[in-house]
């Protein structure tokens, strides 16, 4: 049985994914969006869920007790994060620096009581898909988890000297990292991919040393569909002359078998 814990997370997933995606096709997302977003992500999880803050809140250091960082003062808030939208629109920086520079001073305003990291972490994931689709597929949410610590010492270290730079380059470093990655992966399934191909070739033309009925060839490949397997395989091997049909005058014909043609007989 699902628990209602799961259950829960289960429709708010479903939820922040439909989200994400009517967000991605708005010309220009609004404070109004903003607000929207975080109240469906915290929806039950803390009070005031889709409304700014109406108290004053910080950053304290679990180690020292010490204060590391004030958010801005809650009446501040509403006009600090509609400037902040304003300039990131407007903003001539390329997206994979614009996005960086409004993930942080997001996080440096703190508009929520609670979820606040998620909220900018999705928008810097937005403003990077409405540039490359690509990172619909690599969130940045997914990027930051395995680096969870050094991203908020990160934050800190900017805080305290009041500036951005390290952030920026701590995240671009993060999704060179991801897309190199990804790239590799892709490439090795790829290539995984093709070698199954030609193995599956192969044993056809193997088979093949003797007329064969297109049903028993595709049953030997383990290809499913009939559709696929002709435009996949047979076709193809027919057309490089590597199959013969055993009637070539008539195609379709109920009788026709495939035959491998001589040099490729082993």
């Known amino acids: 049985m699902i628990n ?131 990172f619909v597929w690599l969130p940045v949410e997914s990027m930051v988890y395995q680096n969870q610590q050094e991203y908020y ?12 730079t390290e952030f920026i380059e701590f995240m671009l470093d993060i999704i060179k990292s991801v897309l190199i990655e990804t790239k590799e992966t892709t490439c090795s399934k790829k290539t995984n991919r093709e070698q199954d191909k030609e193995q599956v070739i192969q044993k056809i033309l193997d088979y093949c040393n003797v007329p064969r009925t297109r049903n028993e060839i595709q049953n030997l490949s383990g290809i499913e569909g009939r559709k696929a397997f002709v435009s996949n395989y047979l076709k193809p091997l027919l057309e490089s002359g590597k199959l013969a049909m055993t009637i070539p005058d008539k195609p379709t014909s109920r009788n026709q078998k495939y035959i491998a043609a001589k040099g490729d007989k082993r």
């Open 4 to 134: 209602d814990l799961v259950k829960r997370y289960i429709i708010l997933f479903a939820y922040f994914h439909n989200l994400f995606k009517m967000l991605r096709f708005h010309a220009d997302c609004s404070v109004d969006d903003l607000l929207k977003a975080h109240g469906v992500m915290m929806r039950g999880l803390v009070d005031g869920a889709g409304y700014f803050r109406q108290k004053p809140v910080g950053v304290v250091d679990s180690k020292t007790g010490n204060v590391i960082h004030f958010g801005t003062l809650p009446a501040c808030v509403p006009d600090a994060i509609y400037n902040l939208m304003d300039r990131t629109q407007s903003s001539e920086l390329h997206p994979l620096v614009k996005s960086c520079v409004f993930h942080y001073e997001f996080e440096l305003i703190h508009p929520f009581l609670d979820g606040n990291g998620r909220c900018g972490r999705l928008w810097h994931t937005l403003i990077l898909s409405k540039w490359n689709s690509l």
């Open 153 to 164: 010492d990160t934050i800190n270290k900017c805080n305290s000297v009041c500036d951005s």
